[in-house]
């Protein structure tokens, strides 16, 4: 009778002690999706492919055969850094409460987060490792800028630095609840967080820290395409946990953002390799592959948002404007953006993110997509608050990338190796290691 007593007192106190033992049981499962949760689980491990390895090989064939091991081993340790800094404050600073700008510190090292507490219905923890993967990717993404010539000992202190001051008070202003995503625009799964800002970096990168020995007159061929389709394939299909994982269900919305990423990748391949095909009388296996890349970049800020005509439109345009960008900066402009970046990530990200504002239209017949963002009912409206998303993203990434790679040079003694160490390679100066022994 006592242990009876004693139990209902104790029940009375946990519910008139703020509800604790309830949310306890929340956090518990009561609320634990495990469909939702077993698809994010699979889809942080699609876009970490997309990565390690598939960015690597991807750049590494691109790049000369001296300088493949430095490629690789700048995607790997990249992907190392990127992610410590991630769970220390990354993470708190980009989803943490904080302000419009930037989160708080009050996540840092995951505190106060255990293994059973929620970010909606997947544990919490899962979701700041989906979110790690494209904190991975990104600055990642820019060493194609600055590829065969800057010093190991830079690119470790560039991306660090621009993982915390750029990518993650962007990440804040479109997923964390700052003020892009305040003013309803629409980003699914990195059109500005990831490729305008990796993009517009890249630019940066390669002006600032100027072009490769002989650009552009000396020939400077992709070593090894076989190894570069590889990565692409593998690009491909990761992007699927990329742009329907966004979605962070197992639902609808994440099948139909997986069937309009695969039309877009398709049409931007075929439309580029139609291109070459007119203009230089065959189409290549790299500009395929581009395309291909150039559709899924393009696509990707839209996902969520448009049907399959629209995909079909966007990967098409993405072809067609990011095959031409690419010309105009490295024939034109004479940027040797190493591996077209900016052309093929960051134009890809511009034009995707303003066509997500067309194509979300429901009036448009079978181009027609699902709704304008809450309190935007027109256009007009839509388009225009993705035009702040644009060209805010990339005014502050290009000045802070500046900055930042301007510091950086002075603390490594300039951001360059030397003229012999880049005649030799990097992969022998930087690493002491060659990748082919034949």
Known sequence: MNRAVVLCLTLISLLMSGGAWADEMQLNGAQLNGANTGWILTSTALVLLMTLPGLALFYGGLVRKKNVLSVLMQCFAIGSISSVLWLVVGYSLAFGEGNGFIGDFSKMMMHGITKDALSGDIPESLFMLFQMTFAVITPALIIGGFAERMKFSAVLLFCAFWLLAVYVPVTHWVWGGGWLAQMGVYDFAGGIVVHITAGTAALVAALVVGPRRGFPKTPMVPHNLTMTVTGAGMLWVGWFGFNGGSALTASGDASMAMLVTHISAAAGTLTWAAIEWKKFGKASVLGAVTGMVAGLGTITPASGFVGPGGALVIGISAGFVCFYATLYIKHKLHIDDSLDVFPVHGVGGILGTLLAGVFSAT????????????????????????????FSTFIYTAIVTYILLKLVGLMTSGLRVTEEQEVNGLDQSEHEETGYNL
């Open 363 to 390: 009036t448009l017949g079978m181009f027609s997509g699902y709704g304008f963002s809450e309190g935007i009912s027109t256009m007009g409206e839509q388009v225009g608050v993705q035009l702040v998303g644009i």
